[in-house]
């Protein structure tokens, strides 16, 4: 049998996956519709096994990294009820205050990968706070297709709101100076843009892949944009014209990148939809976007 790499996947298989991690199919549709492409020797359970997130082996930067003080926090949740836990990392050497970032997580609250991600940020010399939509609930349950299934029964406008608690609690961390972005990715992509219209105080948003804010909301954003899109991610690049009509016709500050040929989810280390190129050439434009904005 050949063995699975993503080159030998066929892209149907990776849509069908982005139906299965946004909730469009469930697990057993998914499965039956998986067995289509289960020729030649492959079992479904390699092939679903093989697109399934690895989080044991793909983290860069651990929990214990030396190089960084990183612990839980948690803040009020202003309409979710209790109190938002929020991962708080930032570099240990770091001398004075330093600028903000708040991590925004995909659709199945803040797992491993989100974690990692917010450490990297804190390696390039920010403050970054990755909190947990899933909080309300017990948190992250410790698997995407329970996170999923949790994240999908809170509103996801009162999720806005705890992202935009975190915020206001970054901002006045001490150890940071009051300049805060945000970043986010799938679910988080489209908080990036709705707190890019809801909080004047934010200085820079960087959505990667998210959905984007109604056209009405665009005269209310104040921070530049950075955009980031997959190619082949027809199902949320199908918003951009009149997202970005509405930006030049209020005379919004954004850049926007397409990477060719890769999918939904591409920065995503941990499953086949990752893509090396694209994700070190938007990891690049992101920190330097962030540390122009933030100075």
Known sequence: ????????????????????????????????????????????????????????????VRAN????????????????????????????????????????HENRGLNPHTEDVARRFALEGFISLAPDALSPMGGYPGTDDEGRTM???????????????????????DNCTGKVGVVGFCFGGWVSNMMAAKVPGLLAAVPYYGGQAPVDLVPNIKAPLQLHFASLDTRVNEGWPAYEAALKENNKAYEVYFYPDVNHGFLNDTTPRFDKAATELAWKRTIEFFKKKLA
């Open 1 to 60: 049998m050949e063995k699975l790499s993503k080159e030998n996947i066929s892209q149907e298989v990776f849509d069908l996956y982005d139906d299965y991690a946004h909730n469009r199919i469930d697990r057993r549709q998914f499965l039956d519709k998986l067995s289509t492409y289960a020729v030649g020797g492959l079992t479904v359970t390699a092939l679903s096994s093989f697109l399934m997130p690895d989080y044991g082996n793909k983290i860069q």
């Open 65 to 104: 990294d030396p190089r960084l003080i990183s612990d839980y926090i948690t803040f009020d949740s202003p309409k979710g009820g209790g109190t938002i836990k929020g991962l708080l990392s930032r570099p240990k050497n770091a001398t004075g205050k330093l600028p903000g970032i708040v991590v925004v």
């Open 151 to 173: 994240q999908a029964k809170r509103d996801r406008n009162e999720i806005l709101e705890d992202f935009i608690a975190a915020f206001d609690t970054l901002i006045k961390n």
